[in-house]
């Protein structure tokens, strides 16, 4: 038993000095090599009109690239749409590709540095917003579409990357434009706030003095 409890707190030490040292492995979503992201945070214009998450977006690796599914939450009230995305990409787009399981709702997309929302961008994806043939083209409640950004040494993981705010702006790791609201207005909302390192660094040193209180129990 003496044994068993030692080589318990032996991993415990071990878990925390790593979640210490380099916090963020200890991170899930924002640090992991995919990404699993929750558009919970209104940016700008109206309240989207029912419950957080709006929408979500997750990515991973495929070969040549990274793939990605935005989803709109099947909560949101009939006749709003999703008409764009904005990303942020650390690294080179050049030649980069990009292609879609439903082109028939994908207005264009561009690789390059914008302004949005007081913070720069460089992949803009906007999405049809007309209402022809009932709006069967736009990106309605519970549906979703999946596309790819495909191009030499391209990965997931450079996706992970804050827009560059201008003046009194903030950085988003992705900016979505809901449209279509009750009142005619439209909202721009982005994923939940990340802590600061100073913040993460203190949950890891917290995590820490719980792990060293629970062994001295």
Do not use: C
Not at 159 to 172: E, R, V
Not at 187 to 215: C, D, N, T, Y
Request: glycine share 14%; net charge negative.
């Amino acid at each position: 038993m003496r044994i068993l409890k030692e080589s318990y707190f032996m991993n415990i030490r071990k878990s925390a000095f790593l979640a210490g040292a380099g916090v963020l492995f200890a991170l899930p979503a924002f640090a992991s090599a995919d990404i699993n992201w929750t558009f919970n945070t209104l940016v700008s214009g109206d309240d989207p009109g029912f419950s957080a998450p709006w929408a979500t977006l997750t990515g991973t690796n495929v070969a040549g690239g990274a793939e990605f599914v935005l989803t709109f939450s099947s909560n949101a009230p009939a006749g709003e749409f999703i008409g764009g995305l904005d990303m942020n990409y650390d690294g080179s787009l050049s030649g980069a590709s990009f292609t879609s399981d439903h082109p028939e709702k994908v207005k264009d997309v561009s690789f390059g540095d914008f302004t949005d929302a007081g913070s720069v961008f460089n992949i803009d994806l906007n999405l049809l917003t007309t209402n022809k043939d009932g709006g069967d083209h736009r990106l309605k409640p519970g549906e979703s579409i999946r596309f790819d950004i495909l191009g030499a040494g391209i990965d997931v993981d450079g996706f992970n990357t804050l827009s560059d705010p201008k003046g009194d702006g903030q950085g988003y790791f992705a900016l979505l434009h809901i449209q279509g609201l009750p009142n005619g207005g439209s909202s721009k909302v982005a994923p939940g706030a990340v802590p600061e390192p100073a913040s993460m660094g203190a949950l890891a040193i917290g995590a820490l003095g719980l792990m060293r209180r629970r062994k001295r129990n």
